[in-house]
């Protein structure tokens, strides 16, 4: 081909008048598109003089329509439609060797295992002998946690529950049973939750609970990283979603148990902006996007209410043989 047949054809191009715009959607990566191949492609066309119509990737849906106070309802089944950070849950003072000695048993034949808080030997002391002195336990003594089985030197556990929340439970560093009730660190606030007269996507046929989560900006306290510092609250009130059919009811109720057991939020480093000394998620997912998944924090997904039911399970909420006493 000649250059002016090559030109020809590019004029021609440009003004539309044979070859038609092609278009270059989802620049984000949202979409079938990756970034980088959809840039290569719109320069290679407009280096070859051909039309380039770029597309910005839809945004998440994140909020239902407008709603009146008076198009809100109690969820069925659930009392109450407000919950704040209950205060006897901020006490702590239990006393560790007390904790230790509730939930194990001790062992007259000790295996030749390790321990696997310290790595020692059980039939030898603890790590912690000359680290940690405990009234009343010596560093040689082997307990066996009661429901699952498991077991470590009493001097480890009490120097593991000391260096947790000292709420009053243990977890098995081996299986993850809870014994007792787990509480968290999460700042005081405030939970909110109703129900909405719309529907999620894949849920076509129920209405949908609204939960509002509010935590102000504070100062740490002991329990936290960096006591005595400030902590930024970004991003509330949060707003999250549930349908409303028997799963949803069920976890919304064990989200409140959770919240009331301070488990839901914490202090520490965000994972999306990096900042540090700020409130975050504690590892249990909520749905985030009203309209959407384009993100992943949205509707459909038929997977995340079991989902959440497991990783609430892990937190000790909702797990019947492990969370009692």
């Not at 940690?132 to 120097?159: D, N, R, S, T, W």
């Not at 301070?262 to 965000?270: A, E, K």
């Not at 749905?287 to 998944?293: D, R």
Request: with cysteine.
């Amino acid at each position: 081909m000649s250059d002016g047949s090559w030109q020809g054809e590019r004029n021609a191009g440009r003004t539309g008048s044979k070859v038609p715009a092609l278009p270059v959607k989802n620049l984000t990566g949202s979409g079938p598109v990756h970034p980088a191949l959809a840039g290569m492609t719109g320069i290679l066309l407009c280096a070859a003089g051909l039309p380039v119509c770029l597309t910005r990737a839809p945004k998440p849906v994140l909020h239902p329509p407008p709603i009146n106070k008076g198009d809100m309802r109690p969820v069925p089944g659930v009392n109450g439609t407000r919950r704040k950070t209950k205060k006897k849950h901020l006490r702590r003072g239990k006393n560790p060797e007390d904790v230790v000695r509730r939930y194990t048993e001790k062992i007259k034949v000790v295996p030749d295992e390790d321990c696997t808080i310290c790595m020692e030997r059980l039939v030898m002391s603890s790590g912690y002998e000359g680290v940690l002195h405990q009234k009343g336990i010596k560093p040689e003594l082997v307990g066996k946690l009661g429901k699952c089985g498991h077991m470590y030197h009493l001097l480890c556990l009490v120097a593991m529950y000391n260096n947790g929340n000292k709420d009053g439970s243990l977890q098995c560093p081996t299986c993850k049973a809870i014994y007792g009730e787990k509480t968290g660190t999460q700042p005081p606030g405030k939970m909110e939750y109703h129900l909405i007269p719309h529907c999620l996507p894949g849920y076509l046929d129920t209405k949908t609970i609204r939960i509002v989560y509010d935590i102000p900006a504070g100062i740490q306290t002991p329990e936290h990283p960096n006591p005595g510092k400030k902590f930024s609250a970004r991003g509330f009130p949060r707003h999250c979603y549930l349908p409303d059919n028997d799963k949803g009811r069920k976890v919304l109720k064990l989200l409140i148990m959770a919240w009331d057991r301070r488990l839901i939020f914490t202090i520490g480093t965000s994972s999306t902006t990096g900042e540090g000394d700020t409130v975050v998620w504690n590892e249990i997912h909520h749905k985030t996007e009203f309209g959407t998944n384009l993100t992943g924090h949205g509707y459909p997904d038929p997977k995340y209410l079991d989902n959440v039911l497991t990783e609430l399970s892990a937190q000790g909420v909702g797990r019947d043989d492990t969370a009692k006493d």
